[in-house]
């Protein structure tokens, strides 16, 4: 069977730090994959999707970066974190075929001080 | 672009009433996939239903249906007997037949169930 991993669970990190969160998928190849934000009466902000290693797609110009070095490993980062970057980060994967489902990891609470 | 729209922040409901949450979309295409997710406190994100654009019937799952109408762009979620365990963010999602890599998500409906 598919699992998603995604770490750390939470995180508290002063203004200007770097940040690197690591999602990883397990039972399935070549998955889409996904970072998506979700803040307070903004719903799923998606921010960056891969559907293969070093292809990435940005959705929202900004303060962070996405990378998949491996083919299920989808990692976010930023070098210099800003307030506003608080929020909750989720991962996800799908499957290439469209009428399947995402599936997501626990998720990232990040709180930028 | 594709969008979604939820315009309910916040909807309650009775236990054991009926609630339903709308959802309407802006597309061009006329393949494509919707889905409702449920996320608990746990945060933890739950498909509960998806359609797909080309059939016509409704889909159900137990307690949940939705009304799918095409041409309005429409896409509500309709819970059947409210438990206490519905209580959650819902939230409506579009993906594209065509060109399958973008998730796209609403803003969410938080429902509260009241006893």
């Known amino acids: 069977s598919q699992t998603i991993h995604q770490w750390p669970a939470t995180l508290v990190q002063p203004v200007g730090s770097p940040l690197s969160l690591e999602c990883t998928v397990e039972?399935?190849?070549?998955?889409?994959l996904y970072w998506y934000r979700q803040a307070a009466g903004r719903g799923l902000q998606l921010l960056f999707y891969s559907v293969g290693i070093g292809q990435i797609s940005s959705e929202v110009p900004q303060n962070l970066s996405a990378s998949r070095p491996q083919d299920r490993q989808f990692i976010l980062s930023s070098k210099k974190l800003l307030l506003s970057d608080s929020g909750f980060y989720l991962c996800?994967?799908?499957?290439?075929?469209?009428?399947?489902?995402?599936?997501f990891g626990q998720g990232t609470r990040l709180t930028v001080v | 672009a594709q969008t979604v729209t939820q315009s309910q922040p916040e909807m309650s409901v009775q236990e054991a009433e009926t609630v339903t949450l709308s959802c309407t979309y802006d597309t061009s295409e006329s393949d494509y996939y919707l889905f409702w997710y449920k996320q608990p406190p746990s945060r933890q994100m739950i498909l509960v239903i998806r359609?797909?654009?080309?059939?016509?019937q409704n889909a159900t799952e137990n307690r949940f249906s939705v009304n799918f109408q095409k041409a309005a762009k429409s896409f509500s979620l309709k819970i059947s007997d409210s438990q206490l365990g519905d209580a959650a963010m819902y939230f409506c999602?579009?993906?594209?037949?065509?060109?399958?890599?973008?998730?796209?998500f609403g803003t969410g409906t938080r429902l509260q169930v009241f006893p």
């Open positions: 039972g399935t190849s070549n998955p889409n």
């Open positions: 359609q797909e654009a080309y059939k016509q």
């Open positions: 996800a994967w799908t499957r290439v075929s469209g009428n399947t489902e995402a599936f």
């Open positions: 999602a579009y993906r594209s037949a065509y060109n399958t890599d973008k998730l796209i």
